[in-house]
């Protein structure tokens, strides 16, 4: 079962106490965007095997967002941080790189 830990209240939250929000760090669009930017932001995702970046809301604790960094692979959970960070903060991108080398942050779309 997958464990995070809620950077708002601090539990460590099961999985079954949490609602999976998708893909982190999106750069969204607003209603002058191009339709090609609007199809990109709603329906290219990705999926990749190993390190992931997603949004989690503790629905039945705090109701608060936050982000994950986990290994979809092995679910290794690398950290969590609260959701109005635009990228992974620098000390959770070295630990990701320093468990995973050759691993590199991509940035947002």
Known sequence: MLILECPNCGVMA????????????????????????????????????????ERWRHAHGCGKWFHAARCTQTLEVFATYPAQTTAPPQDIRDAISAKRPGWTWREIR
């Open 14 to 53: 099961e999985e079954a106490e949490l609602v999976p929000g998708g893909e982190a760090h999106l750069k969204r669009f607003g209603p002058e965007s191009s339709d090609a930017d609007f199809e990109g932001y709603l329906f290219q995702r990705e999926n990749p095997r190993g390190v992931h970046f």
